[in-house]
């Protein structure tokens, strides 16, 4: 996980998407454990409130669980929720992108089909 | 108090090494003296050419008596100026960087110098006991009575020499302490003008020997002591409350 | 939950020149903030008034809920790791480290142990021989084992090579992560030191342009790079801190209250957007005196 310091993103959602990355990647399994917000910030020498910030949204969402006095560890079914909201991401981001890029580009939405046919 | 002693110790850790140096150039230097001098004095061709002889009267030529006490006296003095001289701006800077309050560097420091005059006017005196055995075993008599020697040797006298040694000391110290706060807090230009002040008002006052003055004991003297004592603490306290650390 | 520290219109004069313009500002506890600001702006000035080593002209300041003037318990939480050391020339190192060792008396031994090992101290080497890296080591030693609940570090890395930059970096989190305290750090480093930060505060001539989180800061420190039409259309209304054109192209910093839904129309604009380093945040706000373009 590369944390970037002039990404526009904000750093605890690179936190939490980087983690959600690793799930979809399988670095991190189901129920397996994650690291908590301190060994996350020793890690990668980031302030703790910050690691706290990233993990604690996926928390909320139920991707990411605390069993009290073992750690984080991840839910199941985690993989499937980042899958479904990362579909709808694709489409509002990369789509997008590609479309705004093409129309730089002069490139007709046919010829976008074309490409992607082959 | 606990944080007046750690600054007694802050005080004794700045001070260590010109303590250690200036002590030994000072026993190197007396250890010499008596190796050079004894046999001179044994030896009475020698008598008229003996240096420092102010400070070693003879008496007769069948029955010599001398001390180096008095040298060793005027030694302390300027050890311990010099000390206080060059402690004083460090330990307070020291002292209060690592967050002690000014009035227990004031109280430490104070204990600092008290002991330190204690411990250099216990040593003379001890030295001057020492001294008196290592005369007497080469058959010279020890110098008593002169100055601010002691008369005979007996309690109360060395008490007494005691005493005065200490209180000199002591005034020394506290002067040159409160010169130093003064100078830090002023600037250095004070240094020049304190020391014009007092070698012009000195020659002055007292035109004759300056170390007489001093080492020769006298009620005046004591009780200038104590008022220089008294009255540098006490505008020390007050210009130490008011100043603030330089780097 | 009082305040770690808290100055109320603090001003501090020497002579004729006033170093700090009568300003407020309050620490929280256990966070680690970042005091910067250019040379003269009167950083130091500020932590020599929080340790009493000098005094206000006017104002008032707390720490921990107390003045700190003269107040021995007070005092003891307190640590303040300075630049320079001319008074300690002439003692050995472990000499001051003693001395520190008895001064704060939240001291931890092992810790100093095991710092002394890797910052490699040499022990008994007088202070004035030490290298220049090797005097900030020795202030870093001195403020990591003091477990001071308040601990400041004033430029702290004067010739300290980048290894040991990065182990002060390591070790200071890990410690703040097992013993909370508020940590301030005040440096010209300010992008390599940027992530440890919680929240920062900016001095300039004496007062506080700014005190924020690093959070909220980059939802508001910009840059956009793009057409020169389409950079001046998206900034009309924001505060540019600074402009740059390279032909048709043009580069806007901004710093202003940013939405979502901006940036994402700018994104969908063909314009870039990206989030302002710190350190070229510094430079820009401290650079920019009139706050417009």
Known sequence: ?118 | MKKVMQNLYLNFICSKQLLILLSVVCSIYMVFLYLNNIPKVLFPTALRNLPYAQYTQIISMNKPSMSYIPMLFIFLVVITILITLRVTENSFNLSLSLGSTRKDYFYGSMFFYTLLAAVFSISLTILFLVEKLILNSFGINQLLGYSFLSKKVDLINLLRMNIYVFVTLLAGATLIYMLSFLVYKVGRVLWAIIIFGIVTIYMRVYPYNFLDRIINPSKINVIIYLIIIFVSYLISYFVMMKTELRN | MEYAVEGLKLKKKYGKEIALQEIDFTLERNKIYGLLGRNGAGKTTLLNIIGTNSFQTKGEIRVFGEKPFENSKVLDQICLVKESGNYLAHLKVQDIIKLASKFYSNWDNSFKEELIIKFNLKMNKRYSALSKGMKSALGIVIGLASRAPLTIYDEPYLGLDATSRWLFYDILLKDYIENPRTIVLSTHLIDEVSKVLENIIILDEGKIILSESLEDLRTKAISLTGRVDLVEEATKDKRIINYQIFGRSATAAIYDNISSVEINEWKSSALEVKALTLQDFFIYITLDKKGAK
């Open chain 1, 1 to 118: 996980m590369n944390i970037s310091l002039d990404d526009i993103k904000p750093i605890y959602l690179q936190i939490s998407e980087g983690i959600e990355d690793d799930i979809l990647k399988g670095i991190l399994e189901e129920k397996e454990q994650a690291l908590s917000t301190n060994q996350f910030a020793a890690q990668y020498q980031i302030n703790p409130a910050t690691a706290a910030k990233g993990i604690n949204d996926l928390v909320e969402v139920g991707i990411l669980y605390k069993k009290r006095g073992l750690g984080m560890f991840v839910a199941v079914g985690a993989r499937k929720q980042i899958l479904e909201k990362r579909k709808k991401e694709f489409f509002k981001v990369y789509i997008t992108k590609m479309l705004i890029e093409a129309e730089k580009l002069g490139i007709t939405k046919d010829e976008i089909f074309e490409m992607i046919k082959k």
